[in-house]
């Protein structure tokens, strides 16, 4: 038995997966975000610890037989949290995330101070990665930034509370940009930029190699064996790959989770910083892969469910399985900013072409047009840097809806797979990378495809809707610019 924890941004899921490769039972948690100024957005990391121990709690206590049975355990994590530890290993401040926008001129600052940082990391500097957070930090806190021990991304942090050992691995590393992505091994050049030194990084390993055991305290609260191991992991986006068995050249997949992403794995390292596409290291040895991000997918349907005080299941269920047309409103996704294409930390969202006449289900309809829209950016960014892509398997809680899958369908003029599993992706994935490092298992053989539920089509009356209304909403961005 292998156990998956995913330590997201929304929550910490729980998986057990068995050794036929099937998901025995999953716990969820949820967590809470800080905004306290514009543009901010932090967590408390012991949050995350109380999370991840609560959730295998409710998994030893349902599934006692089964906990007792895990001989490896994988993490995922969400990327570019920067937990700042001091001398004796606790949090100097609420982390950081990877939808704070607040450090864009450190950003700028940056890639003045390193020329190379491009070809070295592989991405532009943008205020949602790790480095330019600490070059904010070491500006506004001085007296934090003096105190910092060691720098952790939030799954590193949970496996250093679980096992004791400060441990990352490549996939999440790559987007700290410290990283040498080609290499795969810490830049002292890219860290000293931002004043740090390689004695602030925590060591480095494969997603799939053993990087710690899981403590004696531990492994007794929930009935494991001692020598319980615990994988390297891999940032969320490549553990939902590992997941998807998205191990091979140009496997593909649309992630529709808070924020959204189109991964597609590569033989090699493969930058294309000028689309602000990202090239970062699978969690496999030998790999890598480009990511196209836009940092409100489902969060967008969230975001409007909360407004209008009503579940985001009611908002949908009026509107079906499919529409036969485009919403007359238009709507821009960039609530937290934005980054593939336009890597614009203060980019806003908007409603565009409200009328009298609109109800809700235009405005639940429009939502969830934008986003696969932003999605269509995406794709053509990924397409423009390594060749075309001709279907993709859809994951993320926005997989759960037809209507959103057939809609992205249509937008995208594409095929669109709904997977089994679909949405706990990145917990599955995590325990098949603690399967490989407790068995040493040929990956070929553990990370198998899911099941696929659906297939969505695009449409050829919709689709051609659908490439004039994104044509129109392509113009929206660069003119709300000027004045948002």
């Known amino acids: 038995m292998y156990l998956g924890l995913d330590i997201g941004t929304s929550g910490v899921k729980a998986v057990l997966v068995s050794e036929a490769g099937a998901v025995v039972a999953t716990a969820a948690r949820e967590l809470s975000l800080s905004h306290p100024a514009p543009l901010w957005s932090e967590q408390d990391p012991d949050a995350w610890i109380d999370a991840a121990i609560g959730a295998v709690d409710d998994l030893a206590r349902l599934h006692p037989r089964e906990t007792a049975r895990v001989a490896g355990i994988g993490l995922s994590g969400q990327m570019h949290g920067a937990t700042l530890l001091g001398a004796d290993g606790r949090p100097l401040r609420p982390a950081i995330l990877w939808n704070d926008g607040r450090s864009q001129a450190e950003c700028i600052e940056l890639e003045r101070r390193c020329p190379s940082l491009h070809a070295i990391a592989g991405n532009l500097a943008m205020p949602g990665f790790t480095a ?8 506004h806190e001085p007296k934090i930034f003096a105190r910092i021990a060691k720098v952790l991304l939030p799954k590193a942090y949970v496996r250093y509370r679980l096992t004791g050992e400060m441990v990352e691995d490549m996939s999440d590393a790559s987007g700290t940009l410290w990283l040498d992505v080609g290499l795969r091994r810490w830049s002292a050049l890219l860290l000293h930029a931002t004043g740090l030194d390689l004695h602030h990084m925590p060591r480095l390993v494969e997603g799939r190699a053993a990087s710690a055991v899981l403590a004696p305290e531990y492994a007794q609260r929930w009935g494991m ?10 940032g969320d986006n490549a553990a939902s790959a ?10 593909t997949f649309l992630s529709l989770g ?4 189109v991964f597609r794995v590569t033989d090699r390292f493969a930058p294309a910083p000028e689309a602000a596409v990202h090239a970062f290291c699978h969690a496999l040895p030998g790999l890598w892969h480009q990511m196209g991000v836009m940092l409100s997918a489902a969060a967008s349907l969230a975001w409007l469910a ?3 005080e009503v579940p985001a299941a009611a908002l949908l269920a009026p509107l079906g399985e499919r529409v036969d047309e485009p919403s007359p409103v238009k709507f821009l996704p960039y609530l937290d900013g934005e980054r593939t294409p336009h890597n614009d930390a203060a980019a806003s969202g908007a409603f565009v072409g409200l009328r009298a006449a609109n109800g809700r289900s235009q405005i639940v309809q429009a939502v969830l047009e934008g986003v696969a829209f932003a999605a269509r950016d995406n794709l053509a960014a990924l397409s423009a840097a390594s060749g075309p892509i001709t279907e993709v398997d859809l994951v993320g809680g926005g ?9 992205c369908a249509d937008v995208l003029g594409i095929t669109v797979h709904r997977v089994e599993e679909g949405e706990v992706g990145a917990a599955l994935g995590a325990a098949r990378l603690g399967r490989l490092a407790a068995t040493g298992e040929d990956p070929a053989q553990v990370c198998a495809r899911p099941r696929r539920l659906a297939s969505f089509t695009p449409r050829a009356s919709a689709a051609s809707a659908y490439d004039e209304a994104y044509r129109s909403w392509r113009k929206l961005y660069p003119a709300l610019k000027e004045t948002l």
């Open 306 to 308: 909360g407004v209008m």
């Open 399 to 407: 997989s759960r809806s037809p209507l959103w899958a057939q809609i």
């Open 132 to 139: 330019p957070k600490l070059l904010w930090v070491a500006r």
């Open 242 to 251: 590992i997941g998807l068995g998205a191990i091979a050249p140009g496997d």
């Open 225 to 234: 064996a001692k020598d319980v191991v615990v994988a390297g992991g891999a």
């Open 258 to 261: 808070t924020s959204g992403v």
